[in-house]
């Protein structure tokens, strides 16, 4: 079965279901969504709520990842405020979420339980990579971790595909030294949805951007 990976969802909602409606075919493709579902957008409920339906429709066959802003919100309604989330944009997604009437402590308890990565013996996907010089790719308060690493990847022997830092060319980039493919187009920025389909030997068939919904994405963003 072939792999379609998509990238940082940011609470786009509608961006998100018009990329799978028009790209994914459920019947013959595993989705692979590597995290950030939450935070930026307009909708977290909503993106949410696609999520755990697609996973209760499709099974094994809609993978979604934890990302750091996952992390962000299950630190902040766990351990109290978290005075870092909340300004850059907790307090948005904290108020989308009550005005749509969903406990914040069943949304913590759902993206707890999510996986940090997706593997077979080709390919690896996960939020942000597992980094040259990491000795604990999973742990979660790792800077240098799967859901925060900003620095060169290790070469796995796998294809990577991960997210987490917007491509500046604004489309997703190949990196050679460690065989991976970062698809995170920033979709909050107004740029663009990226996925990419790949089969399970790790053989890349297509390329995807998808223009982001105007409804999904605030002026002043």
Known sequence: ???????????????????LDRHWNPDKERLVQLGDLIDRGNDTPGTLRLAKELRQRYGTNAVFLKGNHEYEFIQHIENGPNEYWLPQCGFETLNQLRSANIELQ???EWIHELPLIWENEHVLISHAGIADQVEFPFDEGNELGVLWNR???RNVGKLQIIGHT?????????DQASHSWNIDTGAYRKVALSAIRVTSLGEVLEMVQFPVDPRDVSENE
């Open 1 to 19: 079965m072939n792999l379609f990976v998509v990238g940082d969802v940011h609470g786009c909602l509608h961006t998100f279901k018009g990329l």
């Open 106 to 108: 069943e949304v913590s």
């Open 151 to 153: 620095t060169p990847l």
């Open 166 to 174: 917007p491509c500046k060319s604004g489309s997703p980039e190949y």
